[in-house]
């Protein structure tokens, strides 16, 4: 008797201090492309709650980002919300947001694996619809303009590290630095805002309701994904927000960094790092913030 009450009492202890993890996910349904689905669900994690899908750098993995933008051990803290680190496994672990399928909704590609990683998230933990989010860095902030595009009645806000827009890479061979088309990382694929919100609706034509809140960083120094695409993701997201360029906030969220507000600064912000190269650092406590998470 006394025995089993302290087992009892052990597991309680345990499961109260356990942390959560990455787990692989193999059945989450349509996985065109094979990609690998991870997931991190903290301990006693809330009912009903959001959820951030993570995506990592070319030559990354789910694994290696969830080390870099630390959304998953920052949840074992707050338990609000679960996060998704998918891994691509082809053109240098690069996303596609280069080929017609990539950028069509429900086309059969990347997006579409990673659309239903959401779903099925959100089908088996009860999430809250109104709190889904995505974030990336390099290659995958180049897929998180993508997914915003594609599926913006699914995501709430997303954040972006030194990417381009929705759209930059279309038709390009491939996505990685040795099979892309050298135009758009060079910063060359330059257009109008409206054409970019016409490149943006196209991935989902039809679409007339609103889309996600954006805040997207990147450094004046990149030499790999030039400074260039951070002024053409703005332009596209304007357009697409219905928010124009109000202000710039000096030395926010920190030294050498402009908060470059559009609007009230609710729906759209970009930071530009002074100096900073490929790939600004993930500012993932600013994210939550963004998110509503914080
Ligand atoms: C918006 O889209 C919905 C669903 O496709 C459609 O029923 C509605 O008529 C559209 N509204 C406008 C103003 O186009
Ligand atoms: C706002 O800041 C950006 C980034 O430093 C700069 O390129 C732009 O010229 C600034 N705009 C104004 C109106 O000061």
Redesign the pocket.
């Given at each position: 008797m006394h025995f089993s009450t302290s087992i009892a009492s052990a597991l309680a202890v345990l499961s109260a201090t356990a942390n959560g993890a990455l787990v692989r996910v193999n059945d989450f349904g349509a996985n065109p492309s094979n990609l690998q689905m991870n997931i991190w669900v903290p301990a006693n994690v809330v009912a009903k709650p959001a959820i951030i899908l993570a995506l990592h750098t070319c030559g990354g993995t789910g694994e290696s980002y969830a080390q870099t933008a630390r959304f998953g051990t920052l949840s074992d803290t707050k338990r609000t919300w679960i996060t998704i680190y998918p891994s691509t496994k082809k053109d240098s672990n690069c996303w596609e947001v280069n080929t017609v399928k990539g950028l069509t909704r429900d086309g059969g590609g990347d997006s579409t694996g990673l659309a239903n990683m959401i779903k099925y998230t959100i089908q088996k933990y009860s999430a809250d619809t109104t709190k889904i989010f995505v974030t990336g860095a390099s290659s995958g902030c180049m897929m998180t303009n993508v997914m915003m595009a594609q599926y913006p009645d699914l995501f709430s806000a997303g954040t972006c590290y030194s990417g381009v827009a929705a759209g930059c890479l279309a038709g390009s061979p491939g996505a990685s630095p040795g099979s892309a088309d050298p135009t758009c990382a060079n910063g060359q694929r330059v257009k109008s805002s409206e054409e970019w919100v016409k490149t943006a609706k196209a991935m989902y034509p039809?679409?007339?309701?609103s889309y996600p809140r954006m805040a997207t960083w990147h450094g004046t120094g990149d030499t790999l994904v030039r400074y260039a695409n951070f002024q053409e993701q703005l332009k596209q997201w304007s357009g697409l927000l219905g928010v124009a360029f109000t202000k710039n906030t000096t030395n926010t969220p920190q030294s050498g960094y402009t908060q470059m507000v559009y609007g009230d600064g609710t729906k759209l912000v970009g930071y530009s790092a002074q100096g900073v190269g490929h790939i600004v650092p993930v500012h993932d406590n600013d994210d939550l913030k963004w998110f509503g998470l914080a």
């Amino acid at each position: 008797m006394h025995f089993s009450t302290s087992i009892a009492s052990a597991l309680a202890v345990l499961s109260a201090t356990a942390n959560g993890a990455l787990v692989r996910v193999n059945d989450f349904g349509a996985n065109p492309s094979n990609l690998q689905m991870n997931i991190w669900v903290p301990a006693n994690v809330v009912a009903k709650p959001a959820i951030i899908l993570a995506l990592h750098t070319c030559g990354g993995t789910g694994e290696s980002y969830a080390q870099t933008a630390r959304f998953g051990t920052l949840s074992d803290t707050k338990r609000t919300w679960i996060t998704i680190y998918p891994s691509t496994k082809k053109d240098s672990n690069c996303w596609e947001v280069n080929t017609v399928k990539g950028l069509t909704r429900d086309g059969g590609g990347d997006s579409t694996g990673l659309a239903n990683m959401i779903k099925y998230t959100i089908q088996k933990y009860s999430a809250d619809t109104t709190k889904i989010f995505v974030t990336g860095a390099s290659s995958g902030c180049m897929m998180t303009n993508v997914m915003m595009a594609q599926y913006p009645d699914l995501f709430s806000a997303g954040t972006c590290y030194s990417g381009v827009a929705a759209g930059c890479l279309a038709g390009s061979p491939g996505a990685s630095p040795g099979s892309a088309d050298p135009t758009c990382a060079n910063g060359q694929r330059v257009k109008s805002s409206e054409e970019w919100v016409k490149t943006a609706k196209a991935m989902y034509p039809g679409y007339n309701g609103s889309y996600p809140r954006m805040a997207t960083w990147h450094g004046t120094g990149d030499t790999l994904v030039r400074y260039a695409n951070f002024q053409e993701q703005l332009k596209q997201w304007s357009g697409l927000l219905g928010v124009a360029f109000t202000k710039n906030t000096t030395n926010t969220p920190q030294s050498g960094y402009t908060q470059m507000v559009y609007g009230d600064g609710t729906k759209l912000v970009g930071y530009s790092a002074q100096g900073v190269g490929h790939i600004v650092p993930v500012h993932d406590n600013d994210d939550l913030k963004w998110f509503g998470l914080a």
